[in-house]
DNA sequence: TCTGGGGTCCTAGGACCC
DNA sequence: TCTGGGGTCCTAGGACCC
């Protein structure tokens, strides 16, 4: 019995729900999403108009700017994402009592055990999934669907915009014949330019060969991408994976060569991020700092703490302790510093009390309780340390 | 006017233990 | 006087995805 997943993937999202809150960009044919134009960020999104001058997203803004001049470019607002997709997902789960949002703007829904409903093929489920998308949030979509999630996928990105494809069962090889490697989850540009200094740019070619002779050109990756040119991938969805990783991180708008600046954001990131540890019930067994130079060159320091933690302190003090040495390599290597992040990873279930916690840590978890009540009621600025409100102050012009 | 922010997974080397 | 060796934890970096 072969299964059937289909893949939802929401045409030029980012853009439309921008339109949609705000009508003044509605008529506006190129618009480009992902920040101003002199910021240095990339692009999020961009309408097809924007798209016909070769702007993509993933672009840094600036190209995109020279690219296409005349856009309008805008920052969007997470949370009306947010908002949007989730009632894409409502949509969704009328269908399948499997949905998985694999980001804001797709979503795979499972259909296996379905081969009664539907027998022959699922494109008119596809059709309803796709009429009821677009009158409960206004939004577009392609729709692939395939006996694995990668079939699905490919389907739907072979689709775009406003598509639908069905690769059914015994037709897999043919279609991912017709396809570029670089198309292939997991083949991004470093392994596209290694496979083709070897003379391989078609799943074609792969189909053509033996593993044997793939692993003599490539090695051990040589199973994986055999399967994957045969349309052999995972054929169910898993959903509700743990979380493994916790971060938040930002680029500043000009390198610094302050480390008061830098202890500033460290101070507030954690608060968000032990802040985001409790609401989710988790631990946190390693901190990550994370320090990218001007050159582009990324650092990473990380340290394992003895006992596991969602208090700020407990996951601050290792940090700070981290950052000098690591500022000092920039400031070695003559760079200013151009982004800073902090993760919290080696992620556990909150064990609900500790009956041989000492005393302290006991007290700072009621003061933590405290600060978090508030921050419900008042918002996360609420309550600040000291610090942060002190390194503000002399940020302020 | 170069290059986001949130993630996942993999590799490789060293320490340490049995 | 050499070289074991497997398992696990830890660190650092990097590819990739959306």
Known sequence: MSSRIMHVDLDAFFVEVCRQRRPELREVDLLVVGGRRDSRGVVQ??????RRFGVRSGMPIARAVRLCPHATFVQGTFAHYREASRKVRQALARHSPTVVMASLDEGYLDFNGTERLHPVSLLPVAEQVRDDIRRETGLDCSIGIGTSR??????????????????????????LAGLPLSALPGIGPRAAARLRELGL??????????????????????RLLHRRARGIGSASLRPDQPVRSVSRETTLSRDTTEIGELEGLLV?????????????????????????HGDFRTVTRRRTLTVPTDLDRELLTPLRELLPPAFAEASIRQQGIRLIGVAATGLEHATPLDLFEPESRTRLRALTRAVDVLR??????AVQPARTLDSRRETRP
């Open 150 to 175: 990668m079939l699905a996928k490919l389907a739907s990105d072979f689709a775009k915009p406003r598509g639908l494809c069905e690769v059914r069962e015994g037709w897999e090889q043919g279609f």
């Open 268 to 292: 507030r990131f954690v608060g968000q991020l032990a802040s985001d540890l409790r609401s989710r019930g988790l631990v946190a067994r390693t901190v990550v700092l994370k320090l990218r």
């Open 201 to 222: 740019e078609e799943v074609a070619q792969v189909q053509q060969m033996t593993e044997h002779e793939l692993t003599r050109l490539i090695g051990p990756p040589a």
């Open 45 to 50: 999104s961009a309408s097809y108009g924007a």
């Open 376 to 381: 419900d009621r008042f918002g996360f600025d």
